[in-house]
């Protein structure tokens, strides 16, 4: 009952979402006249804001907000005027270069021979044996016309008056003047509106933030914040880099159609610069008339090229080098969903929409970034991965099997490590698997055939060469202990707490511990615990690490822990929660009550924590190297002449203020001879050695 309960109020969610989306498409439709005003005028809005919070400072609010929007739109006129200069000069010109079109159409003629000329041959046929319309078809009744010879054989007939009508013309002059007042007025009027809402968001941002965190936030202010500070970032970014890249642009393509010769640069630099706001085609719409301009100034191929080729490589430039690097962390949106956002807006709003299509595409991927609800924005058009590495291997292993798993397991290993594969793709795929399993959602047959995949895999990977310091993996463990990878290494056990998933995670860190020239062995885990325990009493395992993969729990853990302490009540044991992150604190509490010494939560933790064992459990103690200035060294310390002399106060200090800061039971100062270590000041050191004051050199652990 409740799965179809969750069931119909699935599909009521879908059906709603669909009557949402098209009620919000309709209105967007229906109030374009309105919107489209709006929408520009939050883009300028957003472009503005940097230069007038600057200029505040100075000015105040009211001079700045005028200064700036009177500079925006004075820059405007003034190139809306420039440009209507060359437009009149362009048109003045466009005559003499008629020769040189004239020559270029003749050279371009269709070749005689080949499919194209025998294919333009045959409509040249096709259209001789059409009838014309001077030639009335076969069986016609058209009346044959009177000439003056058959007029003269035509008998007298009376002539019919012919009617005239009288109608007064009827002048043309207020529909020109209707139309051409509502071209002009319609855009004044948007860009008045657009005007007036600038310098109202300008003066009162604040307050509209306020009251936008006020109607979406709703008690959830912190959220709403964080969306709209990553919305106004990302678009301010994306703006102000674009208005930079694109008038870089426009000088570029100026100053190249100027050296190519092309007349009137000026103007087709300017018209570049304004296309290329438009996503994807405005640079190949601006390259169209300098192309054809080109075309008809010049006497040969050579200038069209030239044309050609600059508009492509500033393109690339651009595209590759420029817009990467200032645009930084990019808008967070797929090229994929820009594509189509682009066909979408424009199919709504025009031209407008597309030039807003990536404004307002931004705006709704952040959107879905911190509005639950509004998550599948989020999927559908971020540029983030659809799936997680876990997720993708899981879906390969599933569907295409072990060869495809394994891919993608060698291309994540091309920047992470054998132990970050572990821990964050195959355990974490394991956890699914068991889960879907649970859920009836995976037969049998599919686990066990999962199962063996990653088996498989793991045995594959174990047999490929060793990077250099797999532990580094996880820097963050492996910087918090001062064990090196060359430290004394110890035999480990992995148990499996449970079932075959907690063997597999035991063989992966089989693995990676045996790469750090431990021995270790993995058990099965069809043994019983009594098993488990007599094959680490036979082999004489120091240590044993207990592998938990959820839906295992710690409770199985804790049963295993309990038998190994009473049974091997000296052997260090580790249990490895593997991917745990909720109450790990409680959890370990149990786990150590039960007898363990240690809990991880990830492979590389556990590898860092075995090592810290090793330490402890090694019975010789591995003497420090001789250092290199050796000789040197011992001149100085001679020269100090401070060995076999009496204790000081100064080195006691040391000591003491040594072992409180760094809450240790043990700090000592001591100077290592040639032969001897002299201990000058000791904390917690065993009394017969603290009365000795000295020791062999090969037995120090300090040099």
């Given amino acids: 009952m409740r799965t179809n309960k969750n069931t119909s109020a699935a599909a009521l969610a879908g059906i709603f979402t669909v009557l949402l989306t098209a009620f919000v498409i309709t209105v967007l439709s229906v109030g374009r006249e309105v919107l489209i005003p709006l929408a520009l005028a939050v883009m300028l809005t957003f472009l503005l804001s940097p230069l007038v919070a600057r200029m505040e400072r100075f000015i105040g609010r009211i001079a700045a907000v005028l200064l700036v929007v009177a500079m925006l739109f004075g820059l405007i006129g003034g190139t809306g005027w420039l440009l209507t200069r060359q437009i009149i000069d362009l048109a003045a010109k466009l005559p003499d270069y008629q020769a040189n079109i004239d020559s270029k159409l003749r050279t371009i003629r269709i070749p005689t ?6 294919f333009t041959h045959s409509v040249d046929e096709l ?31 009376v002539q019919q008056p012919m009617p005239v009508r009288i109608v007064e013309s009827q002048s043309r002059l207020p529909q020109l003047l209707q139309s051409a007042a509502t071209g002009v007025l319609g855009p004044l009027g948007t860009a008045g509106l657009v005007l007036l809402l600038v310098i109202f968001m300008l003066f009162k941002r604040e307050d509209l933030r306020g009251r936008m965190i006020r109607l979406i936030g709703q008690g959830r202010i912190s959220a709403t914040t964080r969306a709209m500070d990553d919305a106004g970032t990302r678009v301010a970014r994306y703006l102000s880099m674009q208005f930079l890249v694109n008038v870089a ?17 000026l103007l087709w630099g300017a018209f570049a610069a304004l296309m290329r706001f438009i996503p994807y085609v405005g640079a190949w719409i601006a390259a169209a008339v300098p192309l054809l301009l080109s075309l008809a100034v010049s006497t040969s191929w050579l200038a069209p090229l030239l044309v050609l080729a600059l508009f492509i490589a500033l393109e690339l430039i651009n595209a590759n080098v420029l817009e990467p690097w200032l645009y930084g962390a990019s808008t967070g949106v797929s090229s994929m969903a820009l594509i189509v956002a682009a066909v979408f807006w424009t199919w709504l709003w025009g031209p407008v929409g597309l030039l807003l299509s990536t404004p307002l595409t931004v705006c709704l991927a952040v959107m879905g970034r911190h509005v639950p609800k509004l998550q599948f924005l989020s999927v559908l058009l971020s540029e983030e991965q659809a799936l997680a590495p876990h997720e993708e291997i899981y879906y390969r292993l599933l569907r295409l099997g072990l060869a495809e798993g394994s891919d993608l397991a060698e291309t994540f290993l091309k920047t992470n490590s054998l132990t970050a594969l572990y821990d964050s793709v195959l355990i974490p795929t394991i956890t699914l698997v068991e889960t879907d399993a649970q859920r009836e959602q995976l037969d049998s047959e599919q686990r066990t055939a999962i199962h063996q995949h990653i088996h498989d895999m793991v045995e594959d990977l174990g047999s490929m060469p060793a990077k250099k310091s797999e532990l580094e993996a996880d820097k963050t463990v492996a910087q918090h202990t001062a064990v090196p990878l060359t430290a004394p290494t110890c035999s480990v056990l992995c148990v499996p707490a449970r079932a075959s998933r907690d063997e597999l995670a035991g063989a992966m860190l ?25 094959q680490a009493a036979k082999g004489k395992f120091e240590a044993i690490c207990i592998s938990v993969v959820a839906p295992s729990t710690h409770i199985h853990a804790r049963f295993i822990c309990g038998r190994m302490r009473a049974a091997l009540p000296h052997i260090k044991i580790v249990v490895g929660v593997w991917g745990a992150t909720e109450n790990m604190v409680e959890t370990g509490e149990r786990l150590r009550s039960s007898g363990a010494d240690e809990v991880v939560v990830s492979l590389a933790e556990a590898v860092v924590q075995l090592a810290k064992f090793s330490v402890v459990i090694t019975d010789e103690a591995i003497p420090a190297p001789i250092p290199a200035n050796e000789e040197e060294r011992m001149t100085e310390l001679a020269a100090l002449n401070i060995l076999d002399t009496l204790p000081e106060d100064a080195f006691d200090r040391i000591t003491a203020k040594a072992a409180k800061i760094f809450e240790v039971p043990i700090a000592m100062v001591s100077f290592i001879e040639r032969d001897r270590q002299w201990i000058k000041s000791a904390t917690g050191l065993p009394p017969d050695l603290e009365e000795a004051r000295a020791t062999s050199r090969s037995e120090s652990v300090c040099g």
Avoid: W
């Fill in 113 to 118: 021979g080949g499919a194209l000329g025998r």
């Fill in 127 to 157: 259209q001789k044996q059409l009838p014309t319309s001077a030639e009335p078809p076969p069986g016609s009744t058209e009346p044959t016309p009177v000439t003056a010879e058959r007029s003269a054989r035509m008998p007298p007939t």
């Fill in 249 to 265: 642009f426009g000088i570029s393509i100026a100053i190249g159609l100027y050296f190519i010769g092309v007349p009137n640069a």
């Fill in 510 to 534: 089989t693995q990676l511990l045996r790469q750090q020239g431990f021995h270790a062995e993995n058990t099965a885990a069809s043994l019983s615990p009594a098993d488990m325990i007599e």
